[in-house]
């Protein structure tokens, strides 16, 4: 590796870092402080999707950074509206509540929950969620996330969950049958942090249907789907199905921290003035580079791009691959890729890096890939050919 020595001593030791610094990027590629470049299939986790440095966005910064970065919401701020009209427009939600995070997003979700069980008379209110689900790190959010290494140490956990396992319908109508508490289920579209783990077709129908039955919301945590990543802005848009609340973040900002919870019907009428709200969220600044994120998205048909660039990634895989016994699997939806192998292959980051390429692996076997949806088609081919490379070298 490139071994960039930092001295972070005085940061929190919160990340296990790798050895590398990055000085600047451009498109799908970054270079490192020593001149390296590196061809980057992870995109800071989902975020910088339409690549780094892009134009638009860049252009849509400095011209408000120019003018004015932050007001408050105590007064109107039309770049913020502007940002709700477009989301809503696409998703076909209602309003929409700004924080800073995808956290910050599933926070909003979890608030409009309790509320509507509590303006429900539920004394405890409780949200169903998924194993190996990945929501966040606060108390609430981390809480919700199917994972113990991300709660441990952090007990007390909150009261109000029930978990079960990810792609169970069945578990769920169980639990609507004996839990008079339940008020939403929360779930992603496709599970990121769990290693894109991609549900039954009917999966999200099955779950607006038990929802509808009981009363309850259906919330999706599009943190990680969302802003074209799986081949539509939202991965719900597959499914035929509307949520009551859908969360996104990441791809939002394109790296300007920005999270969005978005809700439909009663669900939007929730919050009141002082029920919720965050200094920072949805401020000028933030609202003019998210509103040219969502412009490039729809207006350069990324989405399309994501689906096409993405089916024609996962073929090359299954043909280069076929047959290696190493391989358990390839799936993907759009451009959240994933290689499943049948061993630990987390060597595999490290050595991605010494041959310029930036990949993840998740839950210890599995190689994640999330590439910019812009992406030519001679990037694309890259990716695959240096990550075949890495596993076929194992
Ligand atoms: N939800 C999902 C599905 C995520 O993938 C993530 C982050 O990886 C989060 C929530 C948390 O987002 P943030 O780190 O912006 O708080």
Redesign the pocket.
Known sequence: MSGATIQNDHIMQTYGRIPVAFERGSGAYLEDTNGKRYLDALTG??VVGLGHAHPRVTQAITDQAAKLLHTSNLYEVPRQAELANKLCAISGMDRVFFGN??????EAALKIARLHGNNKGIKTPTVIVTSE??????MA?LTATGNRKVQAGFEPLLKGFVRVPYNDVEAIAQIAENNPDVVAVLV?PV???GGIKIPSDDYLAKLRGICDDKGWLLML?????GNGRTGTYFAYQQSGVMPDVV?T??GLGNGV?I?ACLARGDAAELMKPGSHGSTYGGNPFVCAAACAVVDTIVEEKLCERAAKLGEQMLARFKTALKGNNNVADIRGKGLMLAIELTDDCTDLVGKAIDAGLLINVTQGNIIRLLPPLTMTDTEADAVVDGVVDLINGK
């Open positions: 986790l989902a995070s995808g956290a910050e997003a599933n689900s990945f929501h966040g790190r606060t959010t992603e599970q990121g942090e945590d599009e943190v990680q789907t969360t973040a990441k921290p999270g």
